[in-house]
């Protein structure tokens, strides 16, 4: 067990660039979280999965963002014509049988 | 999901004990308390739970109080590596779904 990675660790772009961050969660866990996090605030729940299946959607994520877990396994989030607002630290938690969540350690989102 | 204050930040001397706060009045029977922390460009990391009973675990202890409105993590004896922001969160019994994280206690430890 290696833990929730993600990848890469810093991205820095300039706006109106499109960005896709990956995140392993911990095999066999079959819930997969995405939240945000901004300077000085807590993470904020983005979007949800259980196995394959997108469960819930935050109003945070605008149709700017798109997340998807095709096998079940890894996830992706992409960002679509990214704006300065976008910049952020984005988490990738995972739960297997019990309700602790484990977090990776983020990616963080730098927009010029 | 309920809410609950937390002081914004606290301090506490090195190899002493920390209490750390958490109110939470709007708790309701099936809520339980969780604690999570996030170390410096870390994720969060969880922490210790509980319902009603006093807990204890290699990282800390959680001191509910009896009319559970209220909840105390402790840190038995601080190190420099226990600074951090500490999340206190309520969260439904059999619900796995997303955790609602406040702005949390920043802990400075002085050495």
């Not at chain 1, 990675?5 to 896709?20: A, E, F, L």
């Not at chain 1, 992409?78 to 990738?92: F, H, K, N, P, V």
């Not at chain 2, 210790?48 to 409105?69: C, F, P, Q």
């Not at chain 2, 993590?73 to 796995?96: E, F, G, K, Q, S």
Request: include cysteine; aromatic fraction near 8%; glycine fraction near 6%.
């Amino acid at each position: 067990d290696t833990g929730v990675s993600q990848d890469p660790r810093h991205k820095i772009t300039k706006r109106g660039q499109n960005v896709t961050f990956r995140c392993d969660p911990i095999s066999e866990h079959n819930r997969l979280y995405w939240y945000r996090q901004t300077l000085g605030q807590g993470p904020e729940f983005l979007t949800y999965f259980q196995n394959e299946a997108q469960l819930e959607k935050s109003r945070l994520l605008s149709d700017r963002f798109s997340a998807e877990r095709p096998k079940g396994s890894f996830s992706t989030l992409e960002i679509q014509r990214t704006e300065q607002g976008d910049s952020a630290m984005y988490l990738c938690a995972s739960t297997g049988l019990l309700d602790t969540q484990y977090f990776g350690p983020g990616t963080r989102l730098t927009v010029l | 999901d309920a809410k609950t204050t937390q002081p914004n930040s606290m301090e506490s001397n090195e190899e002493e004990p920390v209490h750390l706060p958490c109110n939470h009045s709007t708790i309701s029977g099936t809520d339980y308390i969780h604690w999570y922390r996030q170390l410096p460009s870390q994720g969060p990391e969880y922490v210790i739970h509980g319902l009603t009973s006093n807990v204890n675990n290699r990282m800390a202890s959680l001191a509910i109080a009896e009319d559970r409105k209220s909840s105390t993590l402790i840190l038995h004896r601080a190190t420099l590596r226990d600074a951090a922001v500490y999340y206190c969160i309520l969260r439904p019994v059999n619900r796995d779904d997303k955790i609602i994280f406040g702005k949390g206690t920043r802990l400075h430890i002085l050495p």
